[in-house]
């Protein structure tokens, strides 16, 4: 179980003189936690939610802070901005992480809690990290002490809340959303760090060049944790000059951070929305959209498969008979998938993208086959006409089966007019064709085979 008590002094950013242990055990965390911000001053990031002014940052000063979650992608500051609240508050304050603790624990916090404010008044701040790796049943857990109000409850989580916290505990909580870092505010941290003397990089004299600090920002991708280990990691393997400075090049920047901290989870929020991107860009004829965000997903180590039936399902959906080639295309495509897989499939996936991008677009397929699925679902289901029936005994042929048939072929063009729907629906129209591409054709077609009818509006 992970489960330590930021309500005691040395856990507040005060160090007790009388531990040892403590400078050893403080050498030993990551640049990233030595660092960590202890007060609003300190605090880089999020102003949009705790700067000088604003609900929150009132709330949590005046030690009135009620039930939050702070949702935000990794590195964005949730955590750091939970033991800033530990610091300024006078609540204690319990930090459990939920990959290790459970109900059990829990159920130990509370009577802890319970002790604490019958005997000091005391209120207690409880905060998850991770809350979102609680199931539904740990989750209701939480939820009868929040409601009674004997603990403030804290939730971090980089997944959507809509999705991975029970309503229940959401609708007593109030949601913030904290963004990922700007470059500006990573470069902002990454300076301190080097300045910093006590807990930072100071007393190894780093000398960062300009461009590999311009790359380290870049690369990491919003996340300050990425960027300070990073950060370290280089500042460690570089061995003082003569002067004892440490020269940190763009090169030891790339070798400590191999590649760049990538902002998806394949399962997660990412996954959705940046499917929907690419989606939505494909729809708006964008080709370089597109493969912008197709990159972004194979890079990530998204299955090649997944973005595939997402692209053949775009062929007949927004395509359609505009362009029939589409979906050969995008079939095509999987087929590469298969035949050769990832990197190599990646140019297959690429054309296919580009194909539906750039060709003419009509969604006359999807409208028309929501009109049939809400017919078949509200109409009578009247059986075949007779004249369509097969007739393959002498039974079925004394009653009717397929008497009256009109062999397309027998007649001039290879078409004659015939019923070919149910009386009920006699003369129902389901596919309008536009005048996109190929589908214009499709259209002259049809025209000139029903006439009047094609004059049906939807």
Known sequence: MTLFDLGSPDLKGKKDAGDSSEPSFASSMPLAARIRPRN????????????????????????????????????????????????VSSSYFVHMSAVTAGVADLRRVIDETRKRRRLTGQRTILFIDEIHRFNKGQQDAILPYVENGEVTFIGATTENPSFEVISALLSRCRVYTLNALSDDEISTIVERALADRENGLADLQVNLADDALRTLVTMSNGDARVALNALEMAAQAVKPGADGLRQVALNDIEESMQKRALLYDKSGEQHYDIISALHKTLRGSDPDAALYWLGRMLEAGE????????????????????????????????????????????????????????????????????????????????PVPLHLR?????????????????YAHDYEG????????????????????????????VLARLKAWWGARMEQKE
């Open 40 to 87: 609003f001053a300190e605090y880089v990031g999020q102003q949009n939610i705790i700067g000088e002014g604003k609900v929150l940052r009132k709330a949590i000063e005046s030690d009135q802070l009620p039930s939050i979650i702070l949702w935000g992608p990794p590195g964005s500051g949730k955590t750091t901005l939970a033991q800033v609240i530990a610091n």
């Open 303 to 382: 299955d090649p498969l997944y973005i595939v039936r997402r692209l053949i399902r775009f062929a007949s959906e927004d395509v359609g008979m505009a362009d029939p080639q589409a979906l050969v295309v995008c079939v095509a495509a999987q087929q590469a998938v298969h035949f050769i897989g990832m990197p190599e499939c990646n140019l297959a996936l690429a054309q296919a993208v580009v194909h539906l991008a750039t060709a003419p677009k009509s969604n006359s397929l999807y409208t028309a086959y929501s009109r049939v699925q809400k017919d078949v679902e509200t109409t009578r289901n009247d």
């Open 390 to 406: 097969n007739a393959p005994t002498s039974l079925m042929k004394d009653l009717g089966y397929g008497k009256g048939y009109k």
């Open 414 to 441: 290879h078409f004659v007019e015939q019923q070919n729907l149910p009386a009920a629906i006699k003369g129902k129209r389901y596919y309008f064709p536009t005048e996109q591409g190929f589908e214009k054709t």
